[in-house]
């Protein structure tokens, strides 16, 4: 296995750095062919690391030769870079290994490995729509655990699919939630609390398989929806004070080459939140603009909601200009990023008169359950 | 959010770095990097003066090299040289990047107390 790891990783860093010499306007299909035989190679090897920047170095190539809009640079160099950084890494892995074993193994990375949770009382608080132009469509479900030794943790969910043409994302919250008996759309874990026995569970990053273990059992308390105050309370372990937050950033890891410019620090629960001015930044820079919010919340310290202007935040961005000026917002469960130089916040769920709304969705008049079967051949 | 100028100027450094790199690795270095020559020396210079060392000397080497490109044909083993400084100016650029966001961020928090 070392051998081979080594001859992957030599032919993926001249790759790399063939085509940085190169540029992409002389990329071709053979570029991609290539990427995905070295994208092979490096799973079979169990180079997860190398092989998931592969994967999105493979989208983002893919991408520009089809001139498609949602091309961007920034991820593109991003991507690359972690190719070779860490091609270059196991150019030399056997020293590598030897001197340095947590290092390697880090490089690698690691197999989501779940372990089987009995049992978990879960209350959606947060969603964020996911639509990948072309290729993915979905959300990330945000849960906030009731039960347990993760009571208290935010548990994520990922129900995302292939892109089909002509459909949102917000079809699928009409498919039938997995495991449920009799079957219940997947709507309706937004109002009430649900019950899961034996849910596959990755403590690392904190993610739950609704769907993956035929021996999970869902049962949704549909007595539980006006029952919001609760969970509501709960979210007061989120909310920081400046002292906090500091302390925070400075325990915060170490700083490698991997790490992305715009760093999720935790998720944060924002009071007394009010929209005073909105502007859009980035468009004469060919990338994807962004809006910025700023605002005022309980606590002094400075903090705004940046949100990116892409077709996945359409109704989020609509949402929060509507609320500019108008009204003081109880709160705003959000992930707090550390972005060039700010602390930003991408909104998940807005508390308000105490109900819990999440407002990148937007409202299905119509059932799409039939659709949807057919369409993802789904029983 | 008012930020410290000379964070602010770090950062727009820190940006127009990125963007001659993305214009780079999308022309080929071979078709922009003699081109932007100039430009490259003066921002390896305002690097140099606003302590960013390390990221001026890799320019500064990557400068050096690219004098190289009117060879013709060009060795391959100058492409691979130079392609590797500029891999190496992209990891760095990231790791100051990162710096300056959790430094700039803690800055703010003090200022608040």
Redesign the interface.
Same mark, same amino acid.
């Given at each position: 296995m070392s051998i081979q790891l080594e001859t992957v990783a030599v032919q993926v860093k001249?790759y790399?750095?063939?085509l940085?010499?190169?540029?992409?306007?002389?990329a071709s299909e053979d570029n991609i062919k290539k990427i995905e035989f070295f994208l092979q190679n490096a799973s079979r090897l169990e180079a997860f690391r190398l092989a998931t920047s592969l994967r999105y170095l493979h989208i983002e190539l893919k991408r520009f030769l089809k001139n498609r809009t949602a091309f961007n640079?920034?991820r593109?160099?991003?991507f690359?870079?972690n190719c070779?950084?860490l091609s270059r890494a196991f150019v030399s892995q056997e020293k590598l290994k030897e001197e340095k074993p947590n290092i390697f193994e880090n490089l690698m990375g690691t197999q989501l490995d779940p372990e089987i949770k009995s049992k978990l009382i879960l209350k959606v608080v947060g969603t964020e729509k996911v639509h990948l132009e072309g290729t993915i469509i979905g959300f990330v479900f945000y849960f906030l655990s009731l039960f347990g030794k993760t009571r208290g943790k935010i548990l994520k969910w990922n129900l995302m699919l292939p892109y089909k043409s002509g459909l949102t994302a917000e079809a699928l919250l009409n498919l039938d939630l997995p495991n449920t008996d009799p079957s219940k759309p997947v709507e309706t874990i937004l109002l009430n609390y649900i019950e899961a026995d034996n849910i596959p569970y990755v403590e690392k990053d904190n993610i739950i398989f609704l769907e993956r273990n035929k021996e999970s059992k869902i049962y949704v308390d549909e007595e539980s929806g006006e029952d919001t105050q609760v969970s509501i309370s709960k979210l007061d372990k989120f909310y920081y004070n400046?002292?906090e937050?500091?302390q925070k950033?400075?325990k915060?890891h170490e700083?490698?080459?991997f790490?992305l410019?715009a760093?999720f620090l935790d998720y944060i629960y924002v009071k007394e939140v009010n929209i005073v001015d909105i502007d859009k930044e980035g468009e004469e820079?060919e990338q994807a603009p962004v809006y910025n919010f700023?605002l005022t919340h309980k606590e002094?310290?400075?903090l705004?909601i940046r949100i990116p202007d892409k077709t996945g935040n359409f109704k989020l961005i609509q949402e929060f200009k509507k609320l500019k000026g108008k009204r003081i917002i109880d709160g705003v469960f959000c992930k707090l990023i550390?972005?060039?130089?700010?602390?930003t916040l991408y909104p998940l769920g807005i508390v308000h008169n105490n109900e819990i709304t999440y407002p990148n969705l937007t409202k299905s008049t119509q059932s799409n359950r039939e659709l949807l079967k057919s369409v993802y051949k789904i029983k | 959010?008012s930020?410290d100028p000379d964070?602010?100027e770090s950062?727009s450094i820190l940006d127009v770095i990125?963007?001659k790199?993305?214009d780079?690795?999308?022309?080929?270095?071979?078709?922009?990097g003699i081109r932007s020559n100039s430009e490259l020396l003066d921002l390896k210079n305002k690097l140099g003066e606003m302590n960013f060392t390390t990221l001026s000397e890799l320019l500064g080497s990557f400068l050096e090299k690219i004098k190289g490109l009117s060879q013709k044909p060009i060795p391959l083993n100058l492409? @691979?040289e130079?392609?590797?400084e =500029?891999?190496r100016i992209?990891?760095?650029t990231?790791?100051f990047?990162?710096?300056?966001?959790?430094e700039?961020? @803690?800055k703010?928090?003090?200022e =608040?107390?």
């Open positions: 001249d790399v750095e063939s940085a010499f190169n540029g992409l306007n002389l640079i920034e593109y160099v991003f690359l870079s070779w950084l400046s002292k937050i500091y950033i400075s915060d700083v490698t080459p790490d410019p760093s820079r700023s002094d310290y400075p705004v550390l972005d060039n130089g700010q602390l | 959010m930020q964070i602010m950062f990125k963007i790199l993305n780079l690795l999308i022309q080929g270095i071979e078709n922009i492409k @691979k130079i392609s590797i =500029v891999l992209i990891a760095v990231r790791m990047e990162r710096i300056m966001n959790i700039s961020v @803690k703010t928090l003090q =608040v107390e």
